[in-house]
T-cell receptor, first 116, second 110 residues
Framework: GAVVSQHPSWVICKSGTSVKIECRSL??????MFWYRQFPKQSLMLMAT?????????EQGVEKDKFLINHASLTLSTLTVTSAHPEDSSFYIC????????????FGQGTRLTVV | DAKTTQPPSMDCAEGRAANLPCNHS???????VYWYRQIHSQGPQYIIH???NNETNEMASLIITEDRKSSTLILPHATLRDTAVYYC???????????FGTGTSLTVIP
């Protein structure tokens, strides 16, 4: 199947700093990508829909100014956690469907963010 | 919001079939049933999906009831590597955003 890659796989940052997470579709184009967050022992929660060439769509309760999303190309979406705090520590996962194809969504391997 | 209900946990003996149920009584006519699984600290892995007919692939079989209000994922010969959290999701489009429920934690026992 198609491959979605996230970078980094894990990151530790200091409270108050910003962290950028990349999500790439390696062998297909994706006009839309999705960002999820998962706290320990909980399910995945959809945060936002990333749209190539336009603004992201955020789920209710997700702060768009804190979680900046940029979808600059058909193979790359980035999530920036701004002014991170310990409560932002979580597992962040992206997914992407192949544009124009009737296929399942492919998920990245996830990024473990720890804010100290 | 999640539209599915699954038992929180199940055990299965290695080599036996694992049958994971899912209730989706409010499913709409154009919604598919998807199954993904998540092994600890990894991204979800696609297993199978279907609309109304039963489906089978190299990983599993999906049995959807005639009224489409429930389905069962069958892993025919469970192995220790099948230990994971299994999510049943309903969604209108292939590749669409997913609203995950709590899933079923399957433990395969030697």
């Amino acid at each position: 199947g198609a491959v979605v890659s996230q970078h980094p796989s894990w990151v530790i940052c200091k409270s108050g700093t910003s962290v950028k997470i990349e999500c790439r579709s390696l062998d297909f184009q994706a006009t839309t990508m999705f960002w999820y967050r998962q706290f320990p022992k909980q399910s995945l929660m959809l945060m936002a829909t990333s749209n190539e060439g336009s603004k992201a769509t955020y789920e209710q309760g997700v702060e768009k100014d804190k979680f900046l999303i940029n979808h600059a190309s058909l193979t790359l979406s980035t999530l920036t956690v701004t002014s991170a705090h310990p409560e932002d520590s979580s597992f962040y996962i992206c997914s992407a469907p192949e544009s124009g194809a009737q296929t399942e969504a492919f998920f990245g391997q996830g990024t473990r963010l720890t804010v100290v | 919001d999640a539209k599915t209900t699954q038992p929180p946990s199940m055990d299965c003996a290695e080599g036996r079939a694992a049958n994971l149920p899912c209730n989706h009584s409010t499913i709409s006519g154009n919604e598919y049933v998807y199954w993904y699984r998540q092994i600890h600290s990894q991204g979800p892995q696609y297993i199978i999906h279907g609309l109304k007919n039963n489906e089978t692939n190299e990983m599993a079989s999906l049995i959807i009831t005639e009224d489409r209000k429930s389905s069962t994922l069958i892993l025919p010969h469970a192995t220790l590597r099948d230990t994971a959290v299994y999510y049943c999701i309903v969604s209108t489009n292939t590749g669409n955003q997913f609203y995950f429920g709590t899933g079923t934690s399957l433990t395969v026992i030697p």
